[in-house]
């Protein structure tokens, strides 16, 4: 229950960098990305502004591991969605 309370925290609380997640395992990011979830359902989509830059900074880094994965270029998702 620690790790949750603390990860919550930490993703309100400290602007992190898009190397934080890189360094994660799938497990953590999608954990995370539960987190944010959670948060935005709870907050009716009203964020402080650290856990605005910090959900920012996450769908980079998802963006950047999908093209990473399956070759894809941002622009192409982009204009599919």
């Given at each position: ?21 890189r360094d994660l395992d799938d497990f953590q990011i999608n954990f995370i990305e539960m987190c944010f979830k ?44």
């Open positions: 229950m620690y790790y949750a309370r603390g990860m919550r925290d930490l993703l309100q609380t400290t602007q992190l960098s898009i190397e934080f997640f959670q948060s935005l359902d709870e907050k009716m989509g009203l964020m402080t502004e650290v856990e605005k830059y910090n959900f920012h900074i996450f769908e980079e880094f998802k963006l950047q591991q999908i093209e990473e994965r399956y070759g894809l270029h941002p622009e192409l998702l982009k204009k599919s969605a």
